[in-house]
């Protein structure tokens, strides 16, 4: 007997565990989606496999749908690999081990994978049940999706007829995401030529204890980014210490994240040393005011440093010109959803190579022209001092539908199965609809899912009686589509 040959609805839960046997983080797609193109045979339809190993699985009408239009079911495979401290399993090559009290399945010492294996369980456990009322299905499987949508971008959507599609990759019950952001990369240049020093004063300055989050989901917070805000310090300090020359910049690790550190290399004229450290403890007192209540860690401080070289006084002002207005955080909200962000922006990474300052700046928006209006502004910013920008990762948003026949299918059949009012959401981070619409202009989508927790870590639980209601409302939508 199975581990989950208890839980409801069996045929689910059978499928899930099946996926959960093989190895299946993003990269490493190759087995699942071999094993869900075998199922597709076993059960005598039709399929498709990319070479990025993408899968398309297609099932016909069940009778008396064979006029309606087709509906798009759509998860991804793969799944991000995380372990314990202490878990010695290799997700490269084994499967999970799975576990479930009733209430709540996970994997003993990684992530579960429901984001988004119980997708693809759902949706092949619909393709395998001819008892169903159905219109045409086009199952979709992707891959990759958590390192980027790569196999949302080489999806060949040429032989998909639907223009109605159900995502199944949300984790609140009851919740239907209509709105997610686009985004962009705007890798910036700033080309420096350092100089001897002399006669003056070398300085580290440190600008820490900012909270820092994902620039997300955690934006709209108002916290600090050190790499912004180091920027305005020493232009600030630059007009109250003339002479300031800088040698180094740098904060960050990661593209996506509010900047929670940054440190920069200074040298002042000798006889202003006393002003310069007068001064960073007054700004030290402004920053704490500023950001009471939302980064009350936040700390300036600095400590003298031998710096052989660095920028002229000259090209320290040109340089701080360009970091001081480079536009931080949110930009718009939206109208249609009262407290999310529409549009924003982040200075994730900077740091000072032999050639020159380079640093990334990530736009989000879910409206396409603002998301082009901010790698304007950056770009006119950044090109105004000789710089250049590099545009790339460029994923589409997606815009919230107001007329979606789609939407009020699905929050009437959530109604009437439950008894209460379903909840319209958008994320300000990214989801794969963004893509398919882009690929097939005119599609109708929702996303939904049953509930889940700590996903990405290995506190991942998810809630069987909670997919047991979704996959009964995912057949009741199937039902009303005729």
Known sequence: MSLLSNCKPQDVFSYFE????????SGNTKHISDLCAGFARDLGLRYRQEPCNNLIIWKDASPGYEHAEPIILQGHMDMVCAVAEGCTKDMSVEGLDLETDGEFLWARGTTLGGDNCIAVAMILSILADDTLPHPPLEALFTVDEETGMGGAFALDCSDLKGRKLLNLDSEEEGEFCVSCAGGVRADCFLPVKMEETGGETGYRVTLSGLQGGHSGGEIHKGRGSANQLMGRVLYSTMERVPGLRLADIRGGRFENVICPRNDALVTVPADRAADFESFLAEFDATLKNEYAGCDDGVSLSCSTEEVPAAL???A??????VLLPLPQGVQAMSADFPGLVQTSLNLGVMGMQADGLHFTVSIRSSIATQKTMLL???RAIVEHAGGTVAERSSYPGWQYNRASSLRELAL??????????GIISATHGGLECGLFIEKLPGLDAISMGPELHDVHSARERLSIPSTARVYQLVCEI????K
């Open 18 to 25: 099946k996926l959960c046997a093989v190895p299946h983080g």
């Open 412 to 421: 009437t059949a959530y109604k009437d199965i439950s008894g209460k009012d």
């Open 478 to 481: 199937l039902k009303r589509s």
């Open 376 to 378: 304007q502004r950056v």
């Open 316 to 321: 320290t002002f040109s340089l701080l010109h």
């Open 312 to 314: 002229s006084a000259d």
